[in-house]
């Protein structure tokens, strides 16, 4: 059985500050997909990032960035001079390779950026 | 091109209703997926449909049933609605056996149980 675990239940930060959160997963598959989505209050979920079990490049886009290690079964998203609008749940998620359809999350960060 | 659309978006019900939930995956994706958000916690995966056939089911009890369409739309149907049923009920779409696959989320129908 596949797990998420997202050991930080809520974070709050001072805008500018770098924060990350963190994702460990237990899968027994050798290869599989890792997922970050963004949760406003608005309820919807915004993907942010796939990331191929057999792809262990780091990845940066603008202030996001992601370390996907798998030798600890991690796979931290990191946030570069936190603004409030970054302000959400962020959840962590794992699938089978080629069939995202059917994710295991984990609890989900709540993310509190203050002015 | 549009995304992932559900209706309605608020529903309330009484303890022993049974509701239907619609949604329309986004244009080329034949997968369809159900997901249970209850609040505080993450989704939890309830159904997959892929051409109109069950792909996968999460552990839920039997009061919980799906079917795709033709069109690849699909319905979350709900018997007997139980209290504990409040929650969002996400749909996402996708493209199963693809290397580029990913999910994609509509904006979630909030279900009521009073």
């Known amino acids: 059985a596949q797990k998420v675990t997202q050991a930080q239940t809520e974070i709050s930060v001072v805008e500018k500050e770098d924060v990350t959160l963190d994702c460990v997963y237990e899968t027994r598959d050798t290869t599989y997909y890792l997922f970050w989505y963004k949760q406003p209050p608005s309820g919807e979920l915004v993907f942010l990032i796939r990331r191929n079990s057999f792809d262990e490049q780091n990845e940066i886009s603008g202030r996001y960035s992601w370390n996907f290690q798998k030798s600890t079964s991690s796979f931290n998203f990191t946030i570069t001079a936190s603004q409030v609008v970054d302000s959400a749940v962020y959840f962590c998620a794992l699938s089978e390779y080629t069939n995202a359809g059917k994710s295991t999350f984990g609890d989900g960060t709540t993310l509190t950026v203050k002015p | 091109d549009a995304g992932v659309t559900q209706s309605p978006t608020h529903l309330i019900k009484t303890r022993g209703q049974q509701v239907t939930l619609r949604c329309s995956p986004i244009?080329?994706?034949?997968?369809v997926s159900w997901y249970q958000q209850v609040l505080g916690q993450g989704p939890q995966f309830i159904f997959q449909y892929y051409e109109k056939e069950e792909r996968g089911r999460g552990n839920f009890p039997d009061r919980f049933s799906a079917r795709q369409f033709p069109n690849y739309s699909s319905e979350l149907n709900v018997n007997a609605l139980l209290l504990g049923d409040s929650a969002l009920y996400l749909c996402?779409?996708?493209?199963?056996?693809?290397?580029?696959?990913?999910?994609?989320f509509g904006p979630g129908t909030r279900l009521t149980v009073l």
């Open positions: 244009s080329g994706h034949k997968s």
């Open positions: 996402a779409s996708s493209s199963p056996g693809v290397t580029t696959d990913t999910q994609y």
